[in-house]
């Protein structure tokens, strides 16, 4: 359980949450793949991504997605709080071999009703969008 520091009892329509940057890697991929067990070989094999069509090697979808709502569950202080939690891929995350990828997160809320809160996320890697409408509903009471 994180630290709380937003008053959930003030939360508004507007409020920003604090963004962060989301460095991954290709050691960051193999351990996810363990993890996961989801071991495409698009996630580790460069000349296999090459060869179906991708620029590069790319991150898992799910880990982009975890890593993408941790904003959120930072800013309520607590995962227990997110009750739930979709998105639409809208473009890879390629992790460069050198480099790896930064993924910026950001996040604003757009709707409070009752004890709830949806927080829309924007999360883009080099400039372009790779989460489209992704949207956490989280409670707000204790």
């Not at 991708?54 to 979808?61: C, E, N, Q, S």
């Not at 995350?93 to 829309?120: F, I, L």
Request: with cysteine; hydrophobic share 40%; proline share 3%.
């Amino acid at each position: 359980m994180s630290e709380q520091t937003t008053d959930l009892r003030a939360v508004a329509v507007g409020d920003q949450l604090p963004g962060r940057t989301i460095h991954l890697t290709r050691e960051d991929l193999v351990r996810y793949a363990g993890a996961s067990l989801d071991r495409n070989r698009i996630h580790w094999d460069e000349p296999f991504a090459k060869q179906v069509g991708l620029p590069d090697v790319i991150a898992h979808g799910m880990l982009t997605m975890g890593s993408a709502v941790q904003v959120v569950v930072d800013w309520v202080g607590d995962a227990g709080r997110v009750v739930e939690y979709a998105t639409k891929f809208t473009a890879p995350v390629v992790v460069d071999y050198d480099d790896g990828a930064d993924v910026e997160v950001s996040g604003t809320v757009k709707k409070v009703e009752g004890d709830r809160a949806t927080v829309e996320l924007t999360a883009t890697c080099r400039g372009q969008k790779v989460l489209g409408r992704a949207l956490a509903t989280v409670r707000l009471d204790g």
